[in-house]
């Protein structure tokens, strides 16, 4: 099965050995992203509703570069630091995704890179694979 790196600069950089995404037959999975700026490489606010707002556009400059929108994601997994943030998360998620409702899961993590609020990260489908 061929694998193709996805890049783009309308998402950070990533900040350690792997991939923003990779395109892999059908799928386009997506690494997890954080509320961080692309110019600057710096977390937008220490607020959860303006990173998780930065985290879910970074996801969506990704899937796109690999061809998608979001309608295409089948899978969401979501890592909050605190999980008292997970309605406040709900109401922002609701916005992006719509009437469209992959599968998803919320996992409360102790620390994230950066001292991030929260990590995002999906499982889309390509379309016309």
């Known amino acids: 099965m ?3 790196s996805i890049t783009t ?3 950070p950089s990533a900040i350690g050995p792997y991939s923003q995404g990779i395109a892999a037959g059908p799928w386009l999975f997506v690494s997890g992203q954080l509320g961080m700026n692309p110019q600057t ?3 937008v606010g220490k607020d959860l509703a303006s990173q998780a707002r930065q985290a879910l556009e970074n996801l969506t400059a ?3 570069a690999g061809g998608g929108t979001l309608a295409d994601v089948t899978a969401v997994e979501v890592f909050l630091t605190d999980m ?3 309605a406040e998360f709900n109401g ?3 916005e992006y995704f719509g009437a469209h409702k992959p599968a998803r899961a919320a996992i409360g993590v102790a620390a994230l890179p950066k001292g991030a609020a929260v990590e ?3 499982i889309a489908l390509r379309p016309g694979s």
């Open 2 to 4: 061929e694998r193709k």
């Open 62 to 64: 990704v899937v796109e």
């Open 120 to 122: 995002i990260k999906c």
């Open 9 to 11: 600069d309308k998402a």
């Open 41 to 43: 490489g710096e977390l």
């Open 92 to 94: 922002i998620y609701a």
């Open 84 to 86: 008292g943030d997970f």
